[in-house]
Protein backbone atom coordinates (compact mmCIF):
# COMPACT_ATOMS: atom_id res chain seq x y z
CA UNK A 1 0.00 0.00 0.00
CA UNK A 2 2.83 2.35 0.49
CA UNK A 3 4.17 1.80 -2.81
CA UNK A 4 1.57 2.27 -4.59
CA UNK A 5 0.25 5.01 -2.43
CA UNK A 6 4.13 6.59 -2.85
CA UNK A 7 3.79 6.21 -6.93
CA UNK A 8 0.63 8.22 -6.92
CA UNK A 9 2.14 11.20 -4.41
CA UNK A 10 4.88 11.08 -6.16
CA UNK A 11 3.81 10.93 -9.95
CA UNK A 12 1.44 14.42 -9.15
CA UNK A 13 4.33 16.51 -7.42
CA UNK A 14 6.53 15.68 -10.70
CA UNK A 15 3.36 17.03 -12.63
CA UNK A 16 3.39 19.68 -10.40
CA UNK A 17 6.80 20.70 -10.53
CA UNK A 18 6.90 20.84 -14.45
CA UNK A 19 4.00 22.51 -13.99
CA UNK A 20 5.54 25.11 -11.72
CA UNK A 21 8.95 24.94 -13.79
CA UNK A 22 7.62 24.99 -17.51
CA UNK A 23 9.54 21.72 -18.61
CA UNK A 24 8.01 18.25 -19.96
CA UNK A 25 6.50 16.20 -17.11
CA UNK A 26 8.02 13.17 -19.03
CA UNK A 27 11.48 14.73 -17.66
CA UNK A 28 10.86 14.51 -13.46
CA UNK A 29 8.58 11.61 -14.20
CA UNK A 30 11.15 9.55 -15.28
CA UNK A 31 13.94 10.14 -13.32
CA UNK A 32 12.04 9.90 -10.39
CA UNK A 33 11.30 6.44 -11.71
CA UNK A 34 14.91 5.50 -11.89
CA UNK A 35 15.84 7.00 -8.69
CA UNK A 36 12.85 5.05 -6.73
CA UNK A 37 13.90 1.79 -9.39
CA UNK A 38 17.31 0.61 -10.82
CA UNK A 39 19.10 3.83 -9.26
CA UNK A 40 17.76 2.84 -5.56
CA UNK A 41 19.52 -0.35 -5.35
CA UNK A 42 22.94 1.72 -4.93
CA UNK A 43 21.64 3.40 -2.02
CA UNK A 44 19.21 0.77 -0.04
CA UNK A 45 20.58 -1.36 2.53
CA UNK A 46 20.09 -5.17 1.16
CA UNK A 47 20.86 -3.71 -2.64
CA UNK A 48 16.97 -3.86 -3.76
CA UNK A 49 15.00 -1.56 -4.80
CA UNK A 50 12.53 0.98 -3.24
CA UNK A 51 9.94 0.48 -5.57
CA UNK A 52 10.01 -3.34 -7.29
CA UNK A 53 6.96 -3.19 -9.96
CA UNK A 54 6.67 -6.94 -10.51
CA UNK A 55 6.65 -9.66 -8.38
CA UNK A 56 10.50 -11.47 -8.15
CA UNK A 57 9.17 -13.82 -5.16
CA UNK A 58 9.57 -11.91 -2.25
CA UNK A 59 8.42 -8.33 -3.14
CA UNK A 60 6.47 -6.59 -6.25
CA UNK A 61 3.24 -4.74 -6.78
CA UNK A 62 2.13 -6.90 -9.98
CA UNK A 63 2.43 -10.40 -10.15
CA UNK A 64 3.44 -12.41 -13.20
CA UNK A 65 2.11 -10.65 -16.26
CA UNK A 66 -0.26 -8.10 -14.32
CA UNK A 67 2.22 -4.87 -14.99
CA UNK A 68 1.68 -6.30 -18.43
CA UNK A 69 -1.55 -5.73 -18.80
CA UNK A 70 -2.44 -2.42 -16.80
CA UNK A 71 -0.01 -0.84 -19.03
CA UNK A 72 -1.75 -1.89 -22.04
CA UNK A 73 -5.37 -0.96 -20.51
CA UNK A 74 -3.13 2.39 -20.05
CA UNK A 75 -1.48 2.90 -23.02
CA UNK A 76 -4.69 1.77 -24.74
CA UNK A 77 -6.66 5.12 -22.72
CA UNK A 78 -3.71 7.41 -23.48
CA UNK A 79 -3.75 6.35 -27.51
CA UNK A 80 -7.81 7.00 -27.49
CA UNK A 81 -7.51 10.67 -25.49
CA UNK A 82 -4.71 11.13 -28.57
CA UNK A 83 -6.94 10.01 -31.49
CA UNK A 84 -9.23 12.38 -30.28
CA UNK A 85 -7.18 15.36 -30.62
CA UNK A 86 -6.64 14.28 -34.95
CA UNK A 87 -9.17 16.61 -36.48
CA UNK A 88 -9.46 15.82 -40.15
CA UNK A 89 -10.16 19.56 -40.85
CA UNK A 90 -6.70 20.47 -38.95
CA UNK A 91 -4.80 18.21 -41.20
CA UNK A 92 -6.86 19.91 -44.28
CA UNK A 93 -6.11 23.61 -43.14
CA UNK A 94 -2.64 23.31 -42.18
CA UNK A 95 0.34 24.05 -44.49
CA UNK A 96 2.23 21.71 -46.65
CA UNK A 97 5.23 22.33 -45.10
CA UNK A 98 3.82 20.74 -41.70
CA UNK A 99 1.73 17.87 -43.75
CA UNK A 100 4.91 17.18 -45.25
CA UNK A 101 6.67 16.99 -42.05
CA UNK A 102 4.66 14.50 -40.74
CA UNK A 103 5.04 12.31 -43.87
CA UNK A 104 8.15 12.88 -45.37
CA UNK A 105 10.27 13.76 -42.03
CA UNK A 106 8.76 10.91 -40.43
CA UNK A 107 9.66 8.32 -43.47
CA UNK A 108 13.16 9.96 -43.24
CA UNK A 109 13.57 9.28 -39.33
CA UNK A 110 11.99 6.12 -39.65
CA UNK A 111 14.33 4.60 -42.89
CA UNK A 112 17.38 6.46 -41.22
CA UNK A 113 17.12 5.72 -37.75
CA UNK A 114 15.92 2.29 -38.77
CA UNK A 115 19.39 1.37 -40.93
CA UNK A 116 21.78 3.54 -38.24
CA UNK A 117 20.54 1.26 -35.51
CA UNK A 118 20.92 -1.82 -37.08
CA UNK A 119 24.31 -1.48 -38.60
CA UNK A 120 25.40 0.82 -35.13
CA UNK A 121 23.76 -1.97 -32.47
CA UNK A 122 23.68 -5.17 -34.87
CA UNK A 123 19.75 -5.28 -34.02
CA UNK A 124 17.38 -7.13 -36.35
CA UNK A 125 15.82 -5.30 -39.21
CA UNK A 126 12.06 -5.72 -37.27
CA UNK A 127 13.87 -4.12 -33.62
CA UNK A 128 15.63 -1.55 -35.21
CA UNK A 129 12.30 -0.13 -37.90
CA UNK A 130 10.65 -0.57 -34.32
CA UNK A 131 12.83 1.49 -32.49
CA UNK A 132 12.83 4.07 -35.67
CA UNK A 133 8.81 3.87 -36.04
CA UNK A 134 8.71 4.73 -31.78
CA UNK A 135 10.90 8.20 -31.93
CA UNK A 136 9.20 9.62 -35.37
CA UNK A 137 6.70 10.94 -32.31
CA UNK A 138 7.39 13.92 -30.56
CA UNK A 139 3.84 15.16 -28.93
CA UNK A 140 2.41 18.33 -27.78
CA UNK A 141 3.44 17.87 -24.27
CA UNK A 142 7.10 17.76 -24.77
CA UNK A 143 7.01 20.76 -27.23
CA UNK A 144 4.47 23.26 -25.46
CA UNK A 145 6.66 23.71 -21.88
CA UNK A 146 9.81 24.15 -24.11
CA UNK A 147 8.33 26.67 -26.41
CA UNK A 148 6.17 28.68 -24.30
CA UNK A 149 8.62 31.42 -22.89
CA UNK A 150 10.39 31.64 -26.56
CA UNK A 151 8.38 34.22 -28.12
CA UNK A 152 8.74 33.46 -31.73
CA UNK A 153 6.88 34.02 -35.40
CA UNK A 154 4.01 32.44 -36.01
CA UNK A 155 5.06 30.70 -38.72
CA UNK A 156 8.00 28.98 -36.64
CA UNK A 157 5.73 28.00 -33.78
CA UNK A 158 2.83 26.69 -35.70
CA UNK A 159 4.69 24.26 -37.42
CA UNK A 160 6.14 22.95 -34.51
CA UNK A 161 2.60 22.99 -32.33
CA UNK A 162 1.00 20.96 -35.47
CA UNK A 163 3.37 18.64 -35.70
CA UNK A 164 3.19 17.70 -32.40
CA UNK A 165 -0.14 17.39 -32.29
CA UNK A 166 -0.79 15.50 -35.96
CA UNK A 167 2.64 13.57 -35.74
CA UNK A 168 1.14 11.89 -32.01
CA UNK A 169 -1.78 9.41 -33.27
CA UNK A 170 -0.14 8.95 -36.64
CA UNK A 171 3.20 7.96 -35.16
CA UNK A 172 1.55 6.31 -32.91
CA UNK A 173 -0.65 4.10 -35.29
CA UNK A 174 2.79 3.75 -37.63
CA UNK A 175 4.28 1.94 -34.28
CA UNK A 176 1.28 -0.16 -33.47
CA UNK A 177 1.77 -1.53 -37.51
CA UNK A 178 5.42 -2.13 -37.52
CA UNK A 179 5.07 -4.14 -33.77
CA UNK A 180 1.79 -6.24 -34.85
CA UNK A 181 3.93 -7.48 -38.03
CA UNK A 182 6.88 -7.74 -35.69
CA UNK A 183 5.04 -9.93 -33.61
CA UNK A 184 3.16 -11.66 -36.17
CA UNK A 185 6.22 -12.63 -38.46
CA UNK A 186 7.66 -13.97 -35.33
CA UNK A 187 4.77 -16.56 -34.89
CA UNK A 188 4.78 -17.51 -38.50
CA UNK A 189 7.13 -19.97 -40.31
CA UNK A 190 6.56 -17.87 -43.81
CA UNK A 191 6.15 -14.65 -44.69
CA UNK A 192 3.14 -15.01 -46.63
CA UNK A 193 0.95 -16.63 -43.61
CA UNK A 194 2.65 -13.74 -41.36
CA UNK A 195 1.05 -11.04 -43.99
CA UNK A 196 -2.26 -12.66 -43.99
CA UNK A 197 -2.50 -12.47 -40.25
CA UNK A 198 -1.27 -9.06 -40.23
CA UNK A 199 -4.11 -8.03 -43.20
CA UNK A 200 -6.01 -9.51 -40.50
CA UNK A 201 -5.57 -7.86 -37.54
CA UNK A 202 -5.44 -4.68 -39.02
CA UNK A 203 -8.81 -5.40 -40.85
CA UNK A 204 -10.54 -6.38 -37.77
CA UNK A 205 -8.59 -3.51 -35.81
CA UNK A 206 -10.33 -0.84 -38.00
CA UNK A 207 -13.78 -2.53 -38.19
CA UNK A 208 -14.25 -2.79 -34.45
CA UNK A 209 -12.47 1.03 -34.50
CA UNK A 210 -15.38 2.56 -36.34
CA UNK A 211 -18.02 0.34 -35.54
CA UNK A 212 -17.36 0.82 -31.72
CA UNK A 213 -17.22 4.66 -32.28
CA UNK A 214 -20.45 4.89 -34.45
CA UNK A 215 -22.32 2.76 -32.12
CA UNK A 216 -20.94 5.25 -29.25
CA UNK A 217 -21.71 8.42 -31.53
CA UNK A 218 -25.63 7.24 -32.17
CA UNK A 219 -25.87 6.33 -28.15
CA UNK A 220 -25.13 9.61 -27.62
CA UNK A 221 -27.01 10.95 -29.93
CA UNK A 222 -30.57 9.44 -29.42
CA UNK A 223 -29.47 9.89 -25.68
CA UNK A 224 -29.17 6.55 -24.43
CA UNK A 225 -26.30 7.31 -22.21
CA UNK A 226 -27.49 9.88 -19.52
CA UNK A 227 -25.24 13.08 -18.21
CA UNK A 228 -24.33 11.68 -15.33
CA UNK A 229 -22.79 8.29 -16.58
CA UNK A 230 -21.31 9.93 -20.05
CA UNK A 231 -17.50 9.53 -18.86
CA UNK A 232 -17.25 6.35 -17.35
CA UNK A 233 -19.07 4.52 -20.05
CA UNK A 234 -17.19 6.02 -22.50
CA UNK A 235 -14.24 4.75 -20.67
CA UNK A 236 -15.55 1.28 -20.56
CA UNK A 237 -16.25 1.11 -23.89
CA UNK A 238 -12.50 1.87 -24.83
CA UNK A 239 -11.49 -0.90 -22.59
CA UNK A 240 -14.15 -3.13 -24.27
CA UNK A 241 -12.60 -2.11 -27.63
CA UNK A 242 -9.14 -3.01 -26.69
CA UNK A 243 -10.22 -6.97 -25.06
CA UNK A 244 -12.32 -7.76 -27.89
CA UNK A 245 -10.75 -6.81 -30.24
CA UNK A 246 -7.86 -8.47 -28.83
CA UNK A 247 -9.85 -11.38 -28.91
CA UNK A 248 -10.81 -11.45 -32.13
CA UNK A 249 -6.82 -10.82 -33.53
CA UNK A 250 -4.52 -11.27 -30.68
CA UNK A 251 -2.69 -7.30 -30.69
CA UNK A 252 -5.32 -5.64 -32.83
CA UNK A 253 -6.44 -3.61 -29.56
CA UNK A 254 -4.36 -0.58 -29.61
CA UNK A 255 -5.25 -0.03 -33.10
CA UNK A 256 -8.97 -0.49 -32.89
CA UNK A 257 -8.48 2.24 -29.97
CA UNK A 258 -6.76 4.97 -31.93
CA UNK A 259 -8.72 4.07 -34.77
CA UNK A 260 -11.75 4.70 -32.39
CA UNK A 261 -10.70 8.00 -31.49
CA UNK A 262 -9.66 8.99 -34.37
CA UNK A 263 -13.64 8.49 -35.93
CA UNK A 264 -14.88 9.87 -32.71
CA UNK A 265 -13.07 12.70 -33.15
CA UNK A 266 -14.25 13.98 -36.08
CA UNK A 267 -18.06 13.44 -35.20
CA UNK A 268 -20.03 16.21 -34.69
CA UNK A 269 -20.43 15.34 -30.96
CA UNK A 270 -22.02 18.09 -28.31
CA UNK A 271 -20.45 16.15 -25.19
CA UNK A 272 -17.32 15.95 -26.98
CA UNK A 273 -14.92 18.37 -25.47
CA UNK A 274 -16.22 16.96 -21.82
CA UNK A 275 -14.99 13.66 -22.87
CA UNK A 276 -11.61 15.00 -23.91
CA UNK A 277 -11.65 16.77 -21.07
CA UNK A 278 -12.25 13.73 -18.87
CA UNK A 279 -9.83 11.68 -20.75
CA UNK A 280 -7.23 14.56 -20.39
CA UNK A 281 -7.63 14.06 -16.47
CA UNK A 282 -7.51 10.35 -16.35
CA UNK A 283 -4.23 10.27 -18.96
CA UNK A 284 -2.44 12.55 -16.55
CA UNK A 285 -2.83 10.71 -13.70
CA UNK A 286 -2.13 7.19 -15.75
CA UNK A 287 0.89 9.12 -17.36
CA UNK A 288 2.26 10.12 -13.59
CA UNK A 289 1.71 5.65 -12.86
CA UNK A 290 2.76 4.82 -15.42
CA UNK A 291 6.22 6.41 -16.20
CA UNK A 292 7.43 6.24 -12.56
CA UNK A 293 6.40 2.23 -12.70
CA UNK A 294 8.13 1.53 -16.51
CA UNK A 295 11.18 3.42 -15.07
CA UNK A 296 11.39 1.15 -11.92
CA UNK A 297 11.22 -1.40 -13.86
CA UNK A 298 14.04 -0.85 -15.75
CA UNK A 299 17.22 -3.06 -14.17
CA UNK A 300 21.43 -1.96 -14.15
CA UNK A 301 21.49 -4.19 -16.50
CA UNK A 302 19.05 -2.32 -18.94
CA UNK A 303 20.58 0.84 -18.88
CA UNK A 304 24.30 -0.61 -18.80
CA UNK A 305 23.33 -1.81 -22.23
CA UNK A 306 23.34 1.66 -23.38
CA UNK A 307 26.89 2.05 -21.39
CA UNK A 308 29.05 2.15 -25.04
CA UNK A 309 30.02 4.92 -27.75
CA UNK A 310 27.36 3.59 -29.83
CA UNK A 311 24.46 5.15 -27.87
CA UNK A 312 26.45 8.62 -28.39
CA UNK A 313 26.66 7.86 -32.18
CA UNK A 314 22.80 6.25 -32.44
CA UNK A 315 21.63 10.11 -30.64
CA UNK A 316 23.51 12.01 -32.42
CA UNK A 317 22.49 10.58 -35.98
CA UNK A 318 18.70 10.85 -34.95
CA UNK A 319 19.22 14.62 -33.95
CA UNK A 320 21.61 16.50 -35.63
CA UNK A 321 21.82 14.61 -39.22
CA UNK A 322 18.05 12.96 -39.32
CA UNK A 323 15.88 15.53 -37.82
CA UNK A 324 17.79 18.55 -40.02
CA UNK A 325 17.63 16.46 -43.48
CA UNK A 326 13.69 15.82 -42.85
CA UNK A 327 13.16 19.07 -42.02
CA UNK A 328 14.79 20.73 -44.91
CA UNK A 329 13.17 18.32 -47.30
CA UNK A 330 9.63 19.20 -46.08
CA UNK A 331 10.25 22.93 -45.62
CA UNK A 332 11.88 23.27 -49.28
CA UNK A 333 9.95 26.43 -51.03
CA UNK A 334 7.82 27.12 -48.08
CA UNK A 335 8.74 30.27 -47.60
CA UNK A 336 10.37 29.76 -43.99
CA UNK A 337 14.13 31.34 -43.49
CA UNK A 338 17.23 29.27 -43.27
CA UNK A 339 17.15 30.53 -39.56
CA UNK A 340 14.02 29.74 -38.93
CA UNK A 341 14.30 25.82 -40.60
CA UNK A 342 17.20 25.66 -38.72
CA UNK A 343 15.33 26.43 -34.86
CA UNK A 344 12.63 24.27 -36.51
CA UNK A 345 15.30 21.44 -36.97
CA UNK A 346 17.10 21.86 -33.88
CA UNK A 347 13.49 21.43 -31.63
CA UNK A 348 12.14 17.38 -31.71
CA UNK A 349 11.48 16.40 -28.24
CA UNK A 350 10.04 12.94 -28.33
CA UNK A 351 7.10 12.13 -25.63
CA UNK A 352 5.13 10.00 -23.68
CA UNK A 353 3.42 8.40 -26.22
CA UNK A 354 6.83 7.17 -27.44
CA UNK A 355 7.80 5.90 -24.39
CA UNK A 356 4.84 3.97 -23.32
CA UNK A 357 4.48 2.68 -26.41
CA UNK A 358 8.49 1.68 -26.01
CA UNK A 359 7.24 0.30 -22.37
CA UNK A 360 4.40 -1.93 -23.41
CA UNK A 361 6.42 -3.03 -26.94
CA UNK A 362 9.14 -3.83 -25.04
CA UNK A 363 7.68 -6.09 -22.42
CA UNK A 364 5.81 -8.00 -24.74
CA UNK A 365 8.56 -8.61 -27.44
CA UNK A 366 10.48 -9.88 -24.31
CA UNK A 367 7.88 -12.48 -23.26
CA UNK A 368 7.45 -14.00 -27.13
CA UNK A 369 11.42 -14.34 -26.92
CA UNK A 370 12.48 -11.86 -29.71
CA UNK A 371 15.99 -11.36 -30.13
CA UNK A 372 17.03 -7.66 -29.38
CA UNK A 373 13.97 -6.90 -27.99
CA UNK A 374 15.48 -5.73 -24.92
CA UNK A 375 17.00 -2.60 -26.30
CA UNK A 376 13.45 -1.23 -27.39
CA UNK A 377 12.65 0.50 -23.96
CA UNK A 378 16.39 1.41 -23.08
CA UNK A 379 16.85 2.81 -26.89
CA UNK A 380 14.05 4.73 -27.03
CA UNK A 381 14.06 6.29 -23.05
CA UNK A 382 17.57 7.67 -23.96
CA UNK A 383 16.52 9.55 -26.56
CA UNK A 384 13.55 10.86 -24.69
CA UNK A 385 15.20 11.85 -22.48
CA UNK A 386 17.96 12.66 -24.40
CA UNK A 387 15.69 15.11 -27.03
CA UNK A 388 13.95 16.77 -24.02
CA UNK A 389 16.82 17.62 -22.09
CA UNK A 390 18.95 18.90 -24.74
CA UNK A 391 16.22 21.45 -26.51
CA UNK A 392 14.74 22.22 -22.35
CA UNK A 393 17.85 23.68 -21.57
CA UNK A 394 19.26 24.91 -24.97
CA UNK A 395 15.75 25.94 -27.46
CA UNK A 396 16.39 29.79 -26.08
CA UNK A 397 19.57 30.56 -26.23
CA UNK A 398 19.50 28.76 -30.17
CA UNK A 399 16.29 30.65 -30.65
CA UNK A 400 19.08 33.78 -29.44
CA UNK A 401 21.78 32.51 -32.00
CA UNK A 402 19.51 32.08 -34.90
CA UNK A 403 17.82 34.91 -34.93
CA UNK A 404 14.37 33.62 -34.07
CA UNK A 405 13.62 35.10 -30.66
CA UNK A 406 11.05 38.10 -31.08
CA UNK A 407 12.84 40.99 -29.49
CA UNK A 408 9.37 42.39 -29.40
CA UNK A 409 5.65 41.09 -28.56
CA UNK A 410 3.69 43.44 -30.84
CA UNK A 411 0.92 40.70 -31.60
CA UNK A 412 -2.77 41.94 -29.93
CA UNK A 413 -5.20 39.59 -28.64
CA UNK A 414 -8.82 40.01 -28.37
CA UNK A 415 -10.95 38.90 -25.59
CA UNK A 416 -14.41 39.32 -27.87
CA UNK A 417 -15.46 39.42 -31.46
CA UNK A 418 -18.45 41.33 -31.47
CA UNK A 419 -18.43 43.74 -34.36
CA UNK A 420 -17.02 46.54 -33.39
CA UNK A 421 -14.02 44.23 -31.73
CA UNK A 422 -13.86 42.96 -35.37
CA UNK A 423 -13.90 46.24 -37.15
CA UNK A 424 -10.93 47.44 -35.03
CA UNK A 425 -9.25 44.34 -35.64
CA UNK A 426 -9.25 44.39 -39.28
CA UNK A 427 -7.91 47.84 -39.11
CA UNK A 428 -5.10 46.72 -37.29
CA UNK A 429 -4.59 43.71 -39.46
CA UNK A 430 -4.99 46.21 -42.62
CA UNK A 431 -1.62 47.91 -40.57
CA UNK A 432 0.27 45.19 -40.47
CA UNK A 433 -0.55 43.85 -36.99
CA UNK A 434 -1.30 40.33 -35.78
CA UNK A 435 -4.24 39.97 -34.53
CA UNK A 436 -6.39 37.14 -32.81
CA UNK A 437 -9.40 37.36 -31.27
CA UNK A 438 -10.79 34.98 -28.55
CA UNK A 439 -14.43 34.40 -28.40
CA UNK A 440 -16.89 31.74 -27.10
CA UNK A 441 -19.41 32.61 -29.32
CA UNK A 442 -19.27 30.47 -32.50
CA UNK A 443 -21.22 32.98 -34.72
CA UNK A 444 -18.71 35.71 -33.89
CA UNK A 445 -16.08 33.48 -34.41
CA UNK A 446 -17.10 32.29 -37.83
CA UNK A 447 -18.13 36.05 -38.76
CA UNK A 448 -14.47 37.14 -37.78
CA UNK A 449 -13.07 34.57 -40.11
CA UNK A 450 -14.99 35.41 -42.82
CA UNK A 451 -13.50 38.59 -42.78
CA UNK A 452 -10.02 37.14 -42.96
CA UNK A 453 -9.15 37.54 -39.39
CA UNK A 454 -7.73 34.90 -36.79
CA UNK A 455 -10.11 33.87 -34.98
CA UNK A 456 -10.36 30.86 -32.09
CA UNK A 457 -13.04 29.49 -30.15
CA UNK A 458 -12.36 29.58 -26.85
CA UNK A 459 -12.98 29.88 -22.93
CA UNK A 460 -11.12 32.42 -21.27
CA UNK A 461 -12.05 30.45 -17.84
CA UNK A 462 -9.55 27.83 -19.06
CA UNK A 463 -6.25 27.28 -19.66
CA UNK A 464 -5.80 26.00 -23.04
CA UNK A 465 -4.90 29.73 -24.27
CA UNK A 466 -2.31 29.68 -21.90
CA UNK A 467 -0.53 26.89 -23.63
CA UNK A 468 -1.04 27.77 -27.17
CA UNK A 469 2.51 28.37 -28.08
CA UNK A 470 0.92 29.73 -31.31
CA UNK A 471 0.46 33.17 -29.07
CA UNK A 472 4.54 33.53 -28.46
CA UNK A 473 4.00 36.76 -29.96
CA UNK A 474 1.55 38.24 -28.11
CA UNK A 475 2.27 41.53 -26.01
CA UNK A 476 -0.78 43.51 -26.19
CA UNK A 477 -4.31 42.45 -24.42
CA UNK A 478 -7.80 44.05 -25.54
CA UNK A 479 -10.82 42.91 -23.51
CA UNK A 480 -14.14 44.23 -25.30
CA UNK A 481 -16.79 41.66 -24.19
CA UNK A 482 -20.08 42.98 -23.00
CA UNK A 483 -19.15 41.44 -19.29
CA UNK A 484 -17.50 44.04 -16.96
CA UNK A 485 -16.82 40.63 -15.07
CA UNK A 486 -15.20 38.41 -17.87
CA UNK A 487 -13.52 41.72 -18.88
CA UNK A 488 -11.59 42.12 -15.54
CA UNK A 489 -11.01 38.41 -15.17
CA UNK A 490 -9.37 38.75 -17.93
CA UNK A 491 -6.82 41.24 -17.56
CA UNK A 492 -5.98 39.74 -14.37
CA UNK A 493 -5.32 36.11 -15.70
CA UNK A 494 -3.74 36.94 -19.16
CA UNK A 495 -2.14 40.66 -18.22
CA UNK A 496 1.29 38.25 -16.65
CA UNK A 497 1.45 36.41 -20.39
CA UNK A 498 -0.48 38.60 -22.96
CA UNK A 499 -0.39 41.91 -21.39
CA UNK A 500 3.49 42.54 -21.50
CA UNK A 501 3.29 45.75 -23.44
CA UNK A 502 -0.71 46.81 -22.53
CA UNK A 503 -3.78 45.15 -21.41
CA UNK A 504 -6.93 47.77 -21.63
CA UNK A 505 -10.46 46.77 -20.95
CA UNK A 506 -13.82 48.12 -22.18
CA UNK A 507 -15.27 50.58 -19.08
CA UNK A 508 -18.29 49.22 -17.37
CA UNK A 509 -21.40 50.63 -17.36
CA UNK A 510 -21.32 51.26 -13.61
CA UNK A 511 -17.90 52.82 -13.76
CA UNK A 512 -19.23 55.07 -16.90
CA UNK A 513 -22.00 56.35 -14.98
CA UNK A 514 -20.25 57.24 -11.75
CA UNK A 515 -17.55 58.74 -14.31
CA UNK A 516 -14.33 57.20 -12.11
CA UNK A 517 -11.37 57.19 -14.30
CA UNK A 518 -8.64 54.39 -13.78
CA UNK A 519 -6.07 55.11 -16.47
CA UNK A 520 -3.99 51.91 -15.90
CA UNK A 521 -7.29 49.48 -17.09
CA UNK A 522 -9.02 51.47 -19.32
CA UNK A 523 -9.96 51.35 -23.20
CA UNK A 524 -10.61 54.18 -25.70
CA UNK A 525 -12.47 56.39 -23.68
CA UNK A 526 -14.06 56.35 -19.97
CA UNK A 527 -17.28 57.71 -21.88
CA UNK A 528 -17.93 53.95 -23.92
CA UNK A 529 -19.09 51.30 -22.82
CA UNK A 530 -20.04 48.02 -25.01
CA UNK A 531 -23.56 49.30 -25.53
CA UNK A 532 -22.29 52.60 -27.25
CA UNK A 533 -19.30 51.31 -28.87
CA UNK A 534 -21.97 48.75 -30.60
CA UNK A 535 -23.87 51.59 -31.77
CA UNK A 536 -21.66 54.05 -32.41
CA UNK A 537 -20.06 50.52 -34.76
CA UNK A 538 -23.80 49.79 -36.14
CA UNK A 539 -24.32 53.21 -36.95
CA UNK A 540 -20.19 54.24 -38.60
CA UNK A 541 -19.16 50.55 -39.33
CA UNK A 542 -15.90 51.85 -40.72
CA UNK A 543 -12.70 53.33 -39.48
CA UNK A 544 -12.12 57.32 -40.43
CA UNK A 545 -8.50 58.87 -40.49
CA UNK A 546 -6.88 61.80 -39.83
CA UNK A 547 -3.83 63.67 -40.41
CA UNK A 548 -2.74 65.27 -37.25
CA UNK A 549 -0.66 68.71 -37.56
CA UNK A 550 0.58 69.50 -34.13
CA UNK A 551 -0.41 68.41 -30.65
CA UNK A 552 -2.61 71.51 -30.36
CA UNK A 553 -4.58 70.14 -33.33
CA UNK A 554 -4.64 66.54 -31.95
CA UNK A 555 -6.66 67.55 -28.92
CA UNK A 556 -9.05 69.62 -30.76
CA UNK A 557 -10.17 67.20 -32.88
CA UNK A 558 -10.51 64.61 -29.34
CA UNK A 559 -12.80 67.31 -28.27
CA UNK A 560 -14.48 67.24 -32.18
CA UNK A 561 -15.04 63.56 -32.24
CA UNK A 562 -16.03 62.92 -28.19
CA UNK A 563 -18.26 65.95 -28.20
CA UNK A 564 -19.59 66.80 -31.14
CA UNK A 565 -19.28 63.84 -33.71
CA UNK A 566 -19.92 61.21 -30.75
CA UNK A 567 -17.10 59.55 -32.44
CA UNK A 568 -14.69 57.37 -30.82
CA UNK A 569 -10.37 57.95 -31.07
CA UNK A 570 -9.15 54.90 -31.06
CA UNK A 571 -5.31 54.21 -32.32
CA UNK A 572 -2.60 57.16 -33.29
CA UNK A 573 -0.17 56.16 -36.17
CA UNK A 574 3.04 57.26 -35.89
CA UNK A 575 5.53 58.22 -39.01
CA UNK A 576 6.90 54.93 -38.80
CA UNK A 577 3.52 53.52 -38.67
CA UNK A 578 3.64 52.24 -35.62
CA UNK A 579 -0.31 52.13 -33.78
CA UNK A 580 -0.39 53.14 -30.36
CA UNK A 581 -3.60 52.60 -28.31
CA UNK A 582 -5.07 55.97 -27.22
CA UNK A 583 -6.95 56.40 -23.69
CA UNK A 584 -8.55 59.60 -23.47
CA UNK A 585 -6.45 59.21 -19.50
CA UNK A 586 -2.86 58.83 -21.22
CA UNK A 587 -0.73 61.60 -20.93
CA UNK A 588 2.18 59.95 -22.13
CA UNK A 589 1.53 59.96 -26.42
CA UNK A 590 3.79 62.17 -28.03
CA UNK A 591 2.40 64.11 -30.77
CA UNK A 592 4.52 64.59 -33.90
CA UNK A 593 3.26 66.70 -37.22
CA UNK A 594 1.92 63.94 -39.94
CA UNK A 595 1.01 61.60 -37.15
CA UNK A 596 -2.71 59.76 -37.96
CA UNK A 597 -5.68 59.86 -35.93
CA UNK A 598 -8.02 56.61 -36.27
CA UNK A 599 -11.74 57.17 -34.64
CA UNK A 600 -14.60 55.22 -35.43
CA UNK A 601 -17.86 57.40 -36.07
CA UNK A 602 -19.15 60.63 -38.00
CA UNK A 603 -16.74 61.64 -40.69
CA UNK A 604 -15.30 65.04 -39.51
CA UNK A 605 -16.32 67.38 -42.38
Request: a negative charge.
Amino acid sequence: MLELSGIIILGIIAQWFAWKFKIPAILPLILIGLLVGPLSTFISEDGTKWIEPVWNGVEGLFPGEKLFNFVSLSISIILFEGGLTLKKDEILNVGPSIVKLITLGSLVTFLGAGISTHFIFHLTWEISFLFSALIIVTGPTVIAPILRNIPLKKDVSAVLKWEGILIDPIGALVAVLVFEFISIEGGYDYSKDALIEFGKIVIIGLSIGFTSAYGLFYALKFKFIPHYLLNVITLASVLTVFVLSDLFAHESGLLAVVVMGMALGNMKIAELKEILYFKESLSVLLISILFILLAANMNIEDMLLLYRWETLVLFAIVVFVLRPIGVFLSTANSGLKLNEKLFISWVGPRGIVAAGIASLFGLKLIMLNVPGAQYITPLVFMIVLGTVLLNATTARLFAKAAGVFLKSSDGIIMIGASNFARLIASYLKKNGRRVVLIDSNVNNINKAKLLGLEAIEGNVYSDELLEDIELNDIGFLLALTGSAALNEYAIEKFTPIFGENGAFRIVSTDEMKEGSQKPNSKLFTHKDDFINLSEVVRDFPLVNEVVVTSEEHYKKLLKEINNELHAIPMFLKDLKGVIHIISSLDKSLKIENGDTLAYIGKTII
